[in-house]
């Protein structure tokens, strides 16, 4: 029997060699499959359906059942962390989510709490466990949290936003309070984390889906540090767990990520994958890199340029398959086949 030793995606985050890379989406559980709006349908609230773990399983399921994908990510969000912290999050329909008593002001940084993740979030680890036990013994189950930076975006701004104003400016003039909220994120983070891998998590990815929004100097200050410090508290009690860190649009930070103790790095489209492996060396997985709006277009363009991405890249250790952002809720599923064909069939030669 497959054992998650034979795992395309764990060899390939080892540098191991593989018959052709791991294939899995970014947001491929949820958002664009018949099956998931259905699902959603009956439960609204999208909070609700992050803390029901039979939702959360059937819809970390349902990619896996539709395509051969060498990975499942745990349906939940990076948003439970600021919940669970006092800043409690909804989702209004069209909206994204909202946190409407943001953590904007020295007050309201101090009176976030550190909480028990057993207490607060063990929904999450239930979903884990009851998915693990429910998925094929080769496929691994990548759990995740937000970058602390990231999760702060939306903790401080209150919700999405498009020039992050409110918390750029408190990293130039209150640095040492977004530092306190840093570390508290980071606190609670490492606990979470932590419960995941206990519940049956076999990888982890941290989303640094906003960490190229800073200076080169700014990032150095309020988003490595903190994914070093939990890179690195991982690596502590799971040696065995290897993390991938995804900061997108960071293109200054390959080099600085590769030294904090991750195994992969997620790439955006908006660099090539070789410009990225000449700053990294040979030894750190590369995850990535297809343009989303490819995935929008038609079989054959998906086929055309999931090809010359794998070009670039695919024939030696240490590749991963993926998109370089989420997969989009208009994504049609044929060109999803296409992109699994297409990593099916290239010649790796
Ligand atoms: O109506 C719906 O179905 C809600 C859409 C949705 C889904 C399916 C949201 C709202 N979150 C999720 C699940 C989710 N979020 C997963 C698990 C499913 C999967 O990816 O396969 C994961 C890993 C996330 C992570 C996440 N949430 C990130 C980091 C990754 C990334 O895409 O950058 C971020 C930034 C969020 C916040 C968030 N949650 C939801 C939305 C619409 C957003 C983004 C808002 C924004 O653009 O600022």
Same mark, same amino acid.
């Given at each position: 029997?497959?054992?998650?030793?034979?795992? !395309?995606?764990?060899?390939?985050?080892?540098?191991?060699?593989?018959?052709?890379?791991?294939?899995?989406?970014?947001?491929?559980?949820? !958002?664009?499959?018949?099956?998931?709006?259905?699902? !959603?349908?009956?439960?609204?609230?999208?909070?609700?359906?992050?803390?029901?773990? $039979?939702?959360?399983? $059937?819809?970390?399921?349902?990619?896996?059942?539709?395509?051969?994908?060498?990975?499942?990510?745990?349906?939940?969000?990076?948003?439970?962390?600021?919940?669970?912290?006092?800043?409690?999050?909804?989702?209004?329909? &069209?909206?994204?989510?909202?946190?409407?008593?943001?953590? @904007?002001?020295?007050? !309201?940084? %101090?009176?976030?709490?550190?909480?028990?993740?057993?207490?607060?979030? &063990?929904?999450?680890?239930?979903?884990?466990?009851?998915?693990?036990?429910?998925?094929?013994?080769?496929?691994?189950?990548? &759990?995740?949290?937000?970058?602390?930076?990231?999760?702060?975006?939306?903790?401080?701004?209150?919700?999405?936003? =498009?020039?992050?104003?409110?918390? %750029? %400016?408190?990293?130039?003039? /209150?640095? =040492?309070?977004?530092?306190?909220?840093?570390?508290?994120?980071?606190?609670?983070?490492?606990?979470?984390?932590?419960?995941?891998?206990?519940?049956?998590?076999?990888?982890?990815?941290?989303?640094?889906?906003?960490?190229g929004?800073?200076?080169?100097?700014?990032?150095?200050?309020?988003?490595?540090?903190?994914?070093?410090?939990?890179?690195?508290?991982?690596?502590?009690?799971?040696?065995?767990?290897?993390?991938?860190?995804?900061?997108k649009q960071a293109h200054h930070a390959y080099? %600085?990520?590769?030294?904090? &103790?991750?195994?992969?790095i997620?790439v955006d489209w908006m660099i090539d994958l070789r410009d990225v492996r000449a700053q990294?060396?040979?030894?750190?997985?590369l995850?990535g890199n297809?343009d989303?709006?490819?995935?929008?277009?038609?079989?054959?363009?998906?086929?055309?340029?999931?090809?010359?991405?794998?070009?670039q890249?695919?024939?030696?250790?240490?590749?991963?398959? @993926?998109?370089g952002?989420?997969?989009?809720?208009?994504?049609?599923?044929? @060109?999803?086949? /296409?992109?699994?064909?297409?990593?099916?069939?290239?010649?790796?030669?």
């Amino acid at each position: 029997m497959s054992t998650l030793s034979d795992s !395309r995606f764990l060899r390939a985050l080892a540098c191991q060699s593989v018959d052709r890379p791991p294939l899995w989406v970014m947001r491929q559980a949820g !958002r664009y499959l018949p099956e998931y709006l259905e699902l !959603r349908r009956q439960t609204p609230d999208f909070m609700t359906f992050c803390r029901t773990p $039979e939702l959360a399983m $059937e819809a970390t399921l349902q990619p896996l059942r539709r395509f051969p994908l060498d990975a499942a990510i745990i349906f939940s969000d990076i948003l439970t962390i600021p919940d669970a912290m006092g800043t409690k999050v909804r989702f209004a329909p &069209g909206e994204g989510p909202i946190i409407d008593d943001p953590a @904007n002001s020295e007050k !309201r940084i %101090k009176q976030l709490i550190t909480p028990d993740v057993e207490d607060t979030l &063990g929904y999450v680890a239930k979903a884990i466990s009851a998915t693990r036990a429910a998925m094929p013994a080769d496929i691994p189950l990548i &759990g995740f949290a937000g970058s602390p930076w990231t999760v702060a975006c939306y903790q401080v701004e209150g919700g999405s936003s =498009k020039l992050f104003f409110t918390i %750029k %400016k408190m990293a130039y003039d /209150a640095p =040492k309070l977004l530092h306190e909220l840093l570390r508290k994120i980071t606190a609670v983070t490492i606990d979470y984390l932590c419960m995941q891998i206990q519940a049956g998590a076999n990888a982890i990815m941290l989303f640094d889906s906003w960490g190229g929004v800073l200076s080169p100097e700014c990032y150095d200050a309020f988003s490595l540090p903190y994914l070093k410090t939990i890179t690195q508290a991982l690596k502590e009690k799971h040696p065995d767990i290897p993390v991938t860190a995804f900061s997108k649009q960071a293109h200054h930070a390959y080099s %600085k990520l590769a030294n904090i &103790g991750v195994q992969g790095i997620g790439v955006d489209w908006m660099i090539d994958l070789r410009d990225v492996r000449a700053q990294v060396g040979p030894d750190v997985a590369l995850q990535g890199n297809l343009d989303p709006a490819v995935i929008l277009t038609t079989p054959e363009i998906v086929s055309e340029h999931a090809h010359r991405m794998l070009d670039q890249i695919a024939s030696k250790p240490g590749y991963i398959a @993926n998109l370089g952002h989420g997969i989009d809720k208009h994504t049609p599923i044929e @060109n999803m086949h /296409a992109l699994v064909e297409a990593v099916q069939s290239h010649d790796y030669s």
